[in-house]
């Protein structure tokens, strides 16, 4: 079963607004992970925020983390066309190396 | 650079024709995995790699092959490719291995398209 859930499924919003997107998880994690995928390409990795953090920053990019509620959000301000893209939020999983349980992502689509 | 790159990066076959897809990464990087996405399922892991000759089952590896001759290296092999293997499929690579429960940034190759008919 998916470990992350992202919602909402899609988003669409104008250049210049704060996009939101959300991300539920089911168990225990050292750390979640946030990753972008332009159309058809490759995952790159945005940010990373370990269990003890509440709050990370880069760039426009917020992430914030609750582990009680066992939820994540991404909150990129300002958005441009060009942060168009799938978003996912990928966990760990326990009793694999390295294994990121992602989920099925947002798709954002930023209208110029 | 660094980086992930994928052969080939798109690729029709037909039913029962073996195949080989490519990984490389020039990271130096221990940890290595294949994983298959398909759409409203996001990615499954389909095998990893620890290290050298070191390899693993991820979700879903049934269909499938890997292996780790070289650090660099990580092909999969389709060795009867059957027509619910058309995906969209990724080999990462990490610089650790991580612990149980703890997950590295993981780098991404471009993807290959596969189309199996």
């Known amino acids: 079963s998916q470990q992350g859930e992202e919602d909402p499924q899609a988003l669409s919003i104008q250049e210049g607004e704060n996009a939101t997107m959300n991300c539920s998880y089911k168990?225990?994690?050292?750390?979640l992970q946030w990753y972008r995928q332009n159309s058809g390409r490759g995952l790159v990795h945005l940010i990373l925020i370990r269990s003890n953090e509440r709050e990370k920053h880069s760039g426009r990019l917020r992430v914030t983390l609750d582990t009680s509620k066992k939820s994540s959000s991404l909150l990129i301000t300002a958005s441009r066309a060009a942060d168009t893209a799938s978003y996912f939020c990928?966990?760990?999983?326990?009793?694999?190396?390295?294994?990121?349980?992602f989920g099925a992502g947002t798709r954002l689509a930023v209208h110029p | 650079e660094a980086q992930v790159t994928q052969n080939p990066r798109y690729l029709i076959t037909v039913t029962g024709k073996k195949l080989t897809v490519t990984c490389s990464q020039n990271?130096?990087?221990?940890?290595m995995s294949w994983y298959r996405q398909d759409p409203g399922l996001g990615l499954r892991q389909i095998y990893y790699?620890?290290?050298?000759?070191?390899?693993d089952k991820g979700d879903v590896p049934e269909g499938y092959k890997v292996s780790r001759k070289e650090k660099r290296n990580f092909p999969l092999i389709l060795e009867s490719p059957s027509p619910n293997q058309t995906s969209l499929y990724f080999c990462?690579?990490?610089?650790?291995?991580?612990?149980?429960?703890?997950?590295?940034?993981?780098?991404f190759g471009p993807g290959t398209r596969l189309t199996v008919l």
């Open positions: 790699s620890m290290n050298v000759e070191v390899t």
């Open positions: 990928a966990t760990g999983a326990s009793g694999g190396y390295n294994k990121l349980i």
């Open positions: 168990t225990s994690i050292n750390n």
């Open positions: 990271m130096n990087h221990e940890y």
């Open positions: 990462a690579s990490s610089l650790s291995l991580g612990l149980a429960g703890s997950t590295d940034t993981q780098y």
